[in-house]
């Protein structure tokens, strides 16, 4: 039997619960993966919440990493025992085992584990395209990184870094200060501490910053579009304390002829040639050194619930990851 974690509504971690399920062969296109390691992100908790869009009853889980134990017709390229990870496709990555559509999988490359890879991917992806194709940074720019802590912020500061960029990193508390620090920040401000605006300024010697990356939401986006250069573009990646309200257009007009942005990782990773190059573009930066693969935390696959309670209970400084 295999485990899959399931919930039949939204809510509270508590919704979350672990059941006994027969195992199921894959179809055509597919792979059977049995999972070392699953990656949680924080879309997982917003899905669970309901703060993001989602059907129930269903499974949870977008990433994870295992090896390859059964292969559907029509499927080449891979062999029983090959070390795969994956993101995207349909949830349900809170399991033992389960099917993939081949096109999801690729390779581990022996340099690095299934938690350095279930640490990564999903996160490596996200903070890729987010520099990449979203934000466009190039060398001296300087933006402003909110959660730099976190595990997409801590990645998305090293790649910023490897381009030539300055980053300004945002913390919630004095404990993850450290820890930004050693991602690569330039400086590292605390929200609720210091003056967002007048630091970033100071800073800059009032230049401020190309972009800001804000996965804060309502609490924040006011301090961030303060924060930004004439022309500057602000990227909402997320809304932990809620969506930000709406925006005047007049405000970007007034506020420097501002851009702004609600990008999602669906609409940079699906079309399977652009998800491989962005998945080898992180893995070749962790084989690198640049990424540096940074777990908080392990919870067993039963502990789903726990896992996402310890999240929202905040302070996190790396990744949090499902074993089996």
Same mark, same amino acid.
């Given at each position: 039997?295999d485990?899959v974690?399931?919930?039949?509504?939204?809510?509270? *971690?508590?919704?979350?619960?672990?059941?006994?399920v027969?195992?199921?062969a894959?179809?055509?296109?597919?792979?059977r993966?049995?999972h070392?390691?699953?990656?949680?992100?924080?879309?997982?908790?917003?899905q669970?919440?309901?703060?993001?869009?989602?059907a129930?009853p269903?499974?949870?889980?977008?990433?994870?990493?295992?090896?390859?134990?059964?292969?559907g017709?029509?499927?080449?390229?891979?062999?029983?025992g090959?070390?795969?990870?994956?993101?995207?496709? *349909?949830?349900?990555?809170y399991?033992s085992?389960?099917?993939?559509?081949?096109a999801?999988?690729?390779?581990?490359?022996?340099?690095?584990s299934f938690?350095?890879?279930?640490?990564?991917?999903?996160? /490596?992806?996200?903070?890729?395209?987010?520099?990449?194709?979203?934000?466009?940074?190039?060398?001296?720019?300087?933006i402003?990184?909110?959660?730099?802590?976190?595990?997409v912020?801590?990645?998305?500061?090293?790649?910023?870094?490897?381009?030539?960029?300055?980053?300004?990193g945002?913390v919630?508390?004095?404990?993850?200060?450290?820890t930004a620090?050693?991602?690569?920040?330039?400086?590292?401000?605390?929200w609720g501490?210091?003056?967002?605006?007048?630091?970033?300024?100071?800073?800059?010697? /009032?230049?401020?910053?190309?972009?800001?990356y804000?996965?804060?939401?309502?609490?924040?986006?006011?301090?961030?579009?303060?924060?930004?250069?004439?022309?500057?573009?602000?990227?909402?990646?997320?809304?932990?304390?809620?969506?930000?309200?709406?925006?005047?257009?007049?405000?970007l007009?007034?506020?420097?002829s501002?851009?702004?942005?609600?990008?999602?990782?669906?609409?940079?990773?699906?079309?399977?040639?652009?998800?491989?190059?962005?998945?080898?573009?992180?893995?070749?930066?962790?084989?690198r050194?640049v990424?540096?693969?940074n777990?908080?935390?392990?919870?067993?696959?039963?502990?789903?619930?726990?896992?996402?309670?310890?999240?929202?209970? /905040?302070?996190?400084?790396?990744?949090?990851l499902?074993?089996?």
């Amino acid at each position: 039997m295999d485990t899959v974690i399931r919930l039949e509504t939204t809510g509270a *971690p508590e919704v979350l619960h672990a059941v006994q399920v027969e195992p199921v062969a894959p179809a055509a296109g597919e792979l059977r993966i049995e999972h070392e390691a699953i990656g949680i992100n924080y879309l997982d908790v917003m899905q669970r919440k309901g703060t993001a869009p989602f059907a129930v009853p269903n499974g949870l889980g977008l990433e994870g990493a295992g090896r390859v134990v059964a292969i559907g017709d029509g499927v080449t390229g891979y062999n029983v025992g090959d070390r795969i990870a994956y993101i995207l496709g *349909p949830v349900g990555a809170y399991a033992s085992t389960r099917n993939i559509p081949a096109a999801r999988a690729v390779k581990i490359p022996d340099a690095l584990s299934f938690e350095d890879a279930a640490a990564i991917l999903f996160k /490596g992806i996200t903070a890729e395209y987010l520099l990449t194709a979203t934000g466009e940074v190039k060398a001296g720019d300087t933006i402003l990184v909110y959660g730099a802590a976190g595990g997409v912020g801590q990645i998305l500061t090293a790649l910023a870094k490897e381009i030539g960029a300055t980053v300004i990193g945002v913390v919630s508390g004095a404990h993850s200060v450290e820890t930004a620090k050693a991602a690569g920040c330039d400086l590292v401000l605390i929200w609720g501490t210091d003056n967002i605006v007048d630091e970033v300024s100071t800073f800059t010697k /009032g230049a401020k910053v190309q972009v800001v990356y804000d996965g804060v939401g309502r609490a924040t986006f006011d301090t961030s579009i303060d924060c930004l250069a004439p022309r500057g573009l602000m990227v909402s990646m997320g809304a932990s304390s809620g969506a930000p309200a709406a925006v005047e257009m007049s405000t970007l007009n007034t506020k420097g002829s501002l851009f702004i942005t609600r990008p999602t990782i669906a609409n940079h990773a699906v079309e399977e040639s652009e998800y491989r190059a962005r998945a080898k573009a992180v893995f070749d930066a962790a084989e690198r050194g640049v990424i540096k693969p940074n777990v908080w935390r392990r919870f067993p696959l039963a502990q789903a619930a726990e896992a996402h309670a310890a999240i929202e209970a /905040g302070g996190v400084t790396g990744a949090v990851l499902l074993t089996v």
